[in-house]
């Protein structure tokens, strides 16, 4: 396995309170990104990152920030959560060739969010 | 807009028989694209993929073909196995990967 690990693995919210989830990596990889899977939906790029303290917006970032002060660890903070946020939410990694990343990511386990 | 389309959400063959996934995508710059297996409760692990200078890999029972002038990539499970049932995300891009919506395959025994 890949060594990322998300948590938590669950996590029940009430409307308008910040929520903060992890994900951790132990590989070293320089890209780190969050994706939301939701029926319909798909997989949908939140934000990502290519290196600590560099971070871009994906498709639907709005609602979301994220920091990455450290290679390992990425955090994906919804400042206020809305019942439209509920969601499994995805972390996957990926390593670089030059200053590009490699295809294929290595996906977490998942963190299903409940917004009440 | 999204990227990439799957347009069939659910598939169901017989075990032994071909399954073909198809995805479509809108955006001739990308330049890889991917197959993931999801099962419940898992997160998506990598199975195939191909990039825009090829039409066609293989990978044991699994085959992804490409069409660049129809934008268009199919995965093909010959045979199809009970465990191969979950769902099937493609994936395009360069980089950034846009998922399409997936396709939930069930392989009856």
């Known amino acids: 396995d890949a060594g990322i690990t998300q948590s938590p693995r669950h996590k029940v919210t009430e409307t308008g309170t910040p929520v903060t989830l992890r994900c951790h990596q132990t590989?070293?990889?320089?890209?780190m990104y969050w994706y939301r899977q939701d029926p319909g939906h798909g997989l949908r790029l939140i934000h990502y990152?290519?290196?600590?303290?560099?971070?871009d917006k994906g498709e639907v970032s709005d609602g979301y920030s994220v920091s990455r002060s450290k290679t390992e660890d990425f955090l994906l903070t919804l400042e206020s959560a809305t019942s439209s946020q509920t969601s499994v939410y995805f972390c996957?990694?990926?390593?670089?060739?030059?200053?590009?990343?490699?295809?294929?990511?290595?996906f977490g386990s998942g963190t299903r969010l409940t917004v009440v | 807009d999204q990227q990439v389309k799957q347009n069939s959400p659910s598939l169901s063959v017989q075990e032994g028989r071909i399954s073909i996934l198809n995805c479509d995508y809108t955006?001739?710059?990308?330049?890889?694209f991917l197959w993931y297996k999801k099962y419940p409760a898992e997160g998506p692990t990598f199975l195939i993929s191909?990039?825009?200078?090829?039409d066609k890999n293989e990978d044991g029972r699994f085959t992804v073909f490409l069409n660049k002038s129809a934008k268009h990539l199919s995965l093909h499970i010959v045979p199809s196995q009970p465990g191969d049932s979950a769902v099937y995300f493609c994936?395009?891009?360069?980089?950034?990967?846009?998922f399409g919506s997936g396709t939930k395959l069930n392989v009856k025994p």
């Open positions: 590989e070293n990889h320089r890209y």
């Open positions: 994936a395009a891009g360069g980089g950034k990967f846009y």
């Open positions: 191909i990039s825009s200078i090829k």
């Open positions: 996957a990694i990926s390593e670089s060739t030059g200053n590009q990343p490699n295809y294929g990511y290595t």
């Open positions: 955006n001739s710059m990308f330049d890889y």
């Open positions: 990152s290519y290196g600590v303290k560099d971070t």
